[in-house]
């Protein structure tokens, strides 16, 4: 009996090729495999200490997450057709070449003028791998939940990171492509 079609197969096979590719690009670059602390934690939390971006999960993982609720919107509205899995390779290799070029020059150099981020280093592969990861889990978890939930989940984990380190994908959006001073003063926790 086959537990996996050719299908489910080739589609993992893709997706593994996605990380792969990533990885490989970002190392050529010459990302860092792990932080250069020597060990990796599964969280992270302090978005302005040395390990951010470095390890399995921090505050941004959640953007990634909502990266997969977007993805899985989006695609689902451009290519219903599309088998699911497909849909699924589609949105690791958008999220996989958006990992690539944050993590180059210009990008950092972009956080560090633009945002709260002045000692950004970019992240390492390992983080970059499971940011990707995170672009996965909520492609899943939007397939399996009503729309309002999905938008509810984002407006959720937006507000609560927004509270809590004063930074979330709109701000980060926001201040990528035109940085407000003010926004930027509230970041860093002047009145």
Not at 73 to 101: N, S
Not at 142 to 155: C, F, P, T
Request: hydrophobic share 55%; charged share 15%; aromatic share 12%.
């Amino acid at each position: 009996m086959k537990i996996f079609s050719q299908s489910v197969k080739a589609h993992a096979l893709a997706a593994a090729l996605v990380f792969a590719i990533a990885a490989g690009a970002e190392l050529w670059l010459g990302r860092i495999l792990i932080c250069e602390c020597g060990y990796i934690s599964p969280w992270y939390g302090n978005t302005n200490g040395p390990g951010n971006s470095q390890h399995l999960a921090d505050w941004y993982s959640f953007s990634h997450i909502i990266h997969g609720f977007l993805f899985y919107g989006f695609l689902h509205l451009v290519a219903r057709k599309l088998p699911v899995q497909t849909r699924l390779v589609l949105a690791l290799i958008i999220e996989a070449v958006w990992e690539v070029l944050e993590n180059s020059p210009i990008i950092i150099n972009r956080y560090r003028a633009a945002t709260i981020a002045l000692d950004y280093v970019g992240d390492s592969v390992i983080n970059s791998m499971m940011d990707i990861a995170f672009t996965a889990l909520g492609f899943w978890v939007a397939r399996k939940i009503k729309l309002w939930h999905s938008v509810a989940l984002i407006i959720l984990m937006e507000g609560f990171v927004g509270y809590v380190v004063r930074d979330n994908l709109t701000l980060n959006i926001i201040m990528l492509i035109y940085p407000s001073e003010a926004i930027k003063t509230w970041q860093m926790g002047a009145p």
